[in-house]
């Protein structure tokens, strides 16, 4: 049973550009979730995505979005990059939401230059 | 919210049972705890998830006591390759009601396994 993806690995762009990253969740999975972590801040929960619906929302900015598609791949987009928003960036997938066994893929690594 | 306060870095050695507690004073009635592990450069690992008492599986057990206000998570003869940060957690509320809103890892105890 493959695991979860994400494209890219590794993303270097600069301030005030966008930037879309892609997950694919294991198969049957429908809650997809996207963490930023950083050093400072830790790991913090972004959003959570089910069935093509934002069911939940961290506290992050409106820059940050996202969406699911009706196979369950989600995409994140961040728009006006920051400096501040140099992390890695996780992805995991559930069967049923967050508060269940959630696997994690391997991230992708942003940084703003 | 819920919220967990857990330390922020432990050392034991090769062959040892380490214990990590983790209080979480104001997790709701149906909420589980979970933990999870996570190496560098890598995405975290579900261990284990309980509701009350103890629960085991092969890499560790969970125990949470009657008031659940925390947990142990307890990791029996621990080798170099448990170095890692565990993260404790429970479900974020309040952000949009109804169902778990998120899950806040927090920074996690570093634990330090020593030949």
């Known amino acids: 049973k493959a695991g979860v993806t994400q494209t890219p690995r590794y993303l270097i762009k600069t301030r005030g550009q966008q930037v879309t990253l892609s997950c694919s969740p294991i198969?049957?999975?429908?809650?997809v979730s996207w963490y930023q972590q950083t050093p400072g801040q830790g790991l913090q929960f972004l959003f959570e995505?089910?069935?093509?619906?934002?069911?939940n929302k961290g506290n992050f900015p409106g820059r940050f979005s996202g969406r699911q598609f009706s196979n369950s791949r989600s995409e994140m987009n961040v728009s006006t990059l920051e400096l501040g928003d140099s992390a890695l960036y996780l992805c995991?997938?559930?069967?049923?939401?967050?508060?269940?066994?959630?696997?994690f893929g391997p991230g992708t690594r942003l940084t703003v230059l | 919210l819920a919220k967990t306060t857990q330390p922020i870095s432990m050392d034991s050695y090769e062959g040892q049972e380490v214990n990590i507690t983790c209080s979480h004073n104001?997790?709701?009635?149906?909420?589980?705890i979970t933990w999870y592990q996570q190496f560098p450069s890598q995405g975290p690992r579900f261990i284990i998830q309980?509701?009350?008492t103890k629960v085991t599986n092969e890499v560790a057990s969970l125990f949470i006591p009657a008031d659940r206000k925390s947990s142990t998570l307890s990791l029996p003869r621990v080798s170099l390759s448990d170095t890692a940060v565990y993260y404790c957690l429970v479900p974020e509320r309040g952000y949009s009601g109804g169902g778990a809103d998120g899950l806040t890892f927090g920074k996690g105890t570093h634990l330090i396994i020593q030949p």
């Open positions: 309980g509701y009350k």
């Open positions: 995991a997938s559930s069967l049923t939401g967050v508060d269940n066994e959630q696997f």
């Open positions: 995505y089910f069935s093509e619906t934002q069911r």
């Open positions: 104001n997790i709701a009635t149906n909420d589980y």
């Open positions: 198969s049957g999975h429908r809650s």
